[in-house]
């Protein structure tokens, strides 16, 4: 028992390492690859979703944090750091750690049930997560700003509308690509495990 728990940690040890390594190198890349406006995608929930699928809640909180980190430091929120700091730190850092423990959570209950639906389930959730706490973030502490820049440009409902609607696009994309891709690698790591 003590040799195959010893196992199980190493192995989460592991893949804990690579998929903080990929959520690093995931969100560099689509810190520089802006598709939507000022948002960069967010490309590093696909590991994300993927770790707390395989090595739970707790690991899926850690990946999260280290995504907002590489968001911090790489310059992803430079545009909210000149309208409110700590604002963006709280909404930054949150968004990142409940995407990935909220995803964790999601796998583990619903996993009893059923995998599949867990599996899918878990890389729904991080998308949401992360922007429904990223939108929560802007009209708690930047939503004024962006109206007032919008109207300085002419319109105040076209600028929130702009805004509102670049978030949208890019969450899809999120959304997408995370329901596609995180079941597939997460079936591929699971079937070589047995």
Do not use: H
Not at 36 to 42: K, R
Not at 81 to 109: E, R
Not at 159 to 176: K, M
């Amino acid at each position: 028992m003590n040799k195959t728990k010893k196992k199980m940690s190493t192995e989460t040890l592991v893949l804990s390492a690579l998929m903080t390594s990929l959520v690093i190198l995931f969100q560099l890349l689509a810190t520089y690859t802006t598709f939507f406006g000022p948002f960069s995608t967010a490309i590093g929930l696909i590991p994300i979703a993927i770790g707390a699928i395989l090595c739970g809640p707790a690991i899926g909180a850690w990946l999260g944090l280290v995504f907002a980190i590489v968001i911090l430091a790489s310059g992803g929120a430079n545009l909210f750091f000149a309208v409110d700091i700590p604002g963006t730190f709280i909404t930054v850092l949150a968004k990142g750690v409940l995407c990935g423990f909220l995803s964790g959570i999601t796998f583990k209950l619903i996993n009893t049930w059923n995998k599949t639906i867990a599996t899918i389930s878990a890389a729904i959730i991080c998308p949401i997560v992360n922007t429904g706490i990223f939108m929560l973030g802007c009209f708690l502490f930047f939503m004024d700003d962006v109206v007032k820049l919008a109207s300085a440009l002419g319109s105040a409902e076209t600028g929130y509308t702009l805004f509102v609607g670049l978030a949208l696009g890019n969450f899809v994309f999120e959304l997408i690509t995370n329901m596609i891709l995180t079941p597939i690698v997460s079936r591929l790591i699971d079937f070589k495990n047995k």
